[in-house]
């Protein structure tokens, strides 16, 4: 069953691998510094939207588009910066899950820049259904000519994808390891606990939190430009809130306050999130296909509450460390 | 300096000095407007008038992170530590110049950055020695007591390395033997690197036996000081204290004794 299935499961290990860089994003807002962003998506769509406008519209070549996409998903960074420096808890909460609804709005609404509610397909007008992933296709196809893999591995371009997905969310999360263990972690896990304090002996809170808003928003932005190459073309429905919503499950799946846990809780959540589909055994076969598709969002929601009740650290978090009160 | 919040006056054009290497109390009944004077020293407020000097340079318009670089630090009347990281971890961190504080330096010159970090280490371990909590030095701070908070939180405004102290309320909810330690440190510590210390405390047995000048505040003004007998024998300060209202005339008088 495992082999009938591999092309199936090398797709849900890259997305896996895309949401490990998404959440690491967030780990480093939210689980260290404190700052609940729950506009995350935004950061993916501006970088995806941003890469495709840049390919389709002006005949960018990727590479650049790509540093385009990342620099503009790094700038809204900053702009949230406005909110973040003035609100703190549900009222920020509130505000960034605001800013990332604008964004899609924007996205659907400003149909000549983004193709409105068709998305990268309808960017180029009626005529031009050229995509953005032409370039990223064509260095897939070279490296397994290369490596001459001959689709033995089910999918070669999945394959392909996820090694490289998954190379680059292990040299993040391990670049991050390192750097959270460092003062420069200890400093924005001093902020989550009391900004007021870290001001009284002499760090410039603000220059930290702005550097977390914008460092978030560029690992968002990598997760997005990876899945658009992965999905191929995007519609503003790829970037619904729930993408943020996912983001958390996964930290909190994992232990919201140890980074290596992130795989765990990605690889974890994306078995569960896909994975629901081969509940055709009785008595769950009983409820039609269709319906059972939405079975998925259940389990996501019912497992989110269990686990902040029964085992509020994770699978693998640091229990003591959590039991404190703030 | 002057502050005042809708249509409460905190403080109203209250001036005072504070001599180098002095340890000066700041008493005055609830309400005088002690706290709020911290917060403007150290940045955390603005005055809406007048101006706040500290070693030649004006800090009025400096921001706290500004102020506290400067070598002017506080504490909190509740003592505020991260608890969430070790004692040791809220003692290192306050530390100055680490280069690990910048964004990917550790990545990129992990040496000099470990370097510093085992001489902020063996700074904090001399000074969690100093205030005895040496023994926790690996506990998180939200485990330890009020008292040990203070002391923790006292600790890490030294390890800024400090020209100038403020501390606000020392011994206020701690244990008395552990209050009478943090008194006998902030004598140690002037004695060894002449720091200055502005100190609100209210156990007056305490601020009296340690403090070389007391300035008293009552409703926002400076309405006495002078050294800890002078200011127990003013006849305002007993007035202040005893709840009647000190008539218009004789605290603008008082104001321009600073001034």
Redesign the interface.
């Given at each position: 069953m495992i082999a009938a299935y591999l092309p199936f499961w090398l797709f849900v290990g890259v997305l896996a691998g895309i949401y490990i860089i998404m959440s690491l994003g967030l780990y480093l807002q939210f689980a260290l510094t404190g700052l609940p962003n729950f506009g995350h998506s935004a950061f993916m769509s501006i970088a995806a939207y941003s890469m495709a406008i840049a390919v389709i519209r002006f005949g960018v070549s990727l590479p650049v588009a790509s540093v385009i996409g990342l620099m503009m998903a790094a700038a809204f960074g900053l702009l949230l910066g406005i909110p973040v420096l003035r609100l703190s808890g549900d009222y920020l909460a509130i505000v960034t899950i605001a800013a990332s609804e604008i964004i899609r709005y924007l996205a659907i609404n400003m149909q000549d820049l983004t193709g409105g509610s068709i998305g990268s397909l309808g960017m180029g007008g009626a005529d031009d259904l050229s995509a953005y992933s032409m370039e990223w296709d064509q260095l897939l196809v070279q490296i397994s000519t290369t490596l001459s893999l001959e689709g033995k591995f089910g999918s070669d371009r999945d394959l392909i994808m996820l090694l490289i997905v998954w190379a680059l969310a292990l040299l993040c999360l391990c670049?991050f390891w390192?750097?959270t263990?460092?003062?420069?972690g200890?400093?924005l896990?001093?902020i989550?606990?009391?900004e007021?304090?870290?001001?009284?002996?002499?760090?410039?809170?603000v220059g930290y939190k702005l550097?977390v808003l914008v460092?978030g928003a560029i690992l968002g932005g990598l997760g997005g430009l990876l899945l658009a190459f992965q999905i191929g073309v995007f519609s503003p429905d790829d970037f619904l809130p729930t993408l943020t919503f996912n983001c958390y499950l996964i930290l909190i799946l994992g232990g919201t306050?140890r980074i290596w846990t992130i795989p765990f809780g990605s690889i974890l959540f994306s078995l569960i999130y896909s994975g629901t589909r081969f509940l055709n055994f009785y008595p769950i076969s009983l409820i039609d296909s269709g319906d059972r598709a939405y079975l998925r969002l259940f389990i996501v929601g019912f497992l989110l509450i269990a686990i902040n009740a029964l085992r509020p650290q994770g699978l693998m978090g640091n229990r003591?460390?959590l039991m404190?009160?703030? | 300096m002057h502050r005042s919040f809708g249509g409460a006056i905190a403080v109203n054009n209250a001036s005072f000095r504070v001599e180098r290497g002095s340890i000066t109390g700041l008493i005055g009944p609830n309400g005088a407007g002690k706290t709020t004077v911290f917060n403007l020293i150290?940045g955390?407020l603005r005055p809406e008038s007048g101006s706040i000097e500290f070693d030649g340079h004006q800090i009025g318009k400096l921001?706290?992170?500004?102020?506290?670089?400067m070598g002017l630090?506080?504490?909190?009347q509740i003592p505020?530590?991260?608890?969430?990281?070790t004692v040791l971890?809220?003692m290192?961190?306050?530390a100055?110049h680490?280069p690990?504080?910048?964004?990917?330096?550790?990545?990129f010159r992990p040496r000099r950055?470990s370097r510093r970090?085992g001489e902020i280490r063996e700074q904090a371990n001399r000074l969690l020695d100093l205030i005895k909590l040496n023994h926790i030095a690996q506990d998180?701070a939200?485990?330890l007591s009020g008292g040990q908070r203070k002391l923790l939180?006292y600790g890490?405004?030294l390890?800024?390395e400090p020209r100038m102290v403020l501390l606000d309320e020392p011994m206020a909810g701690v244990a008395p033997p552990l209050g009478l330690q943090l008194l006998e440190r902030i004598l140690e510590l002037r004695a060894a690197a002449s720091t200055t210390f502005l100190v609100v405390e209210h156990n007056m047995d305490a601020l009296m036996a340690i403090a070389d000048r007391v300035v008293v505040m009552d409703e926002g003004r400076v309405i006495s000081h002078g050294t800890p007998l002078e200011v127990q024998q003013d006849p305002l300060v007993m007035r202040a204290y005893l709840g009647m209202r000190t008539p218009p005339s004789l605290s603008q008088s008082a104001g321009v004794v600073e001034k």
């Open positions: 670049a390192f750097m263990r460092s003062p420069w200890r400093l896990r001093a989550r606990e009391d007021v304090a870290v001001f009284a002996v002499g760090k410039n809170v550097q460092i306050n003591r460390e404190i009160d703030s | 150290s955390f921001s706290p992170n500004a102020v506290a670089s630090v506080r504490t909190f505020k530590v991260f608890t969430r990281l971890e809220n290192m961190l306050a100055k680490q690990g504080e910048v964004f990917g330096a550790a990545l950055v970090e998180y939200g485990e939180e890490r405004a390890m800024t």
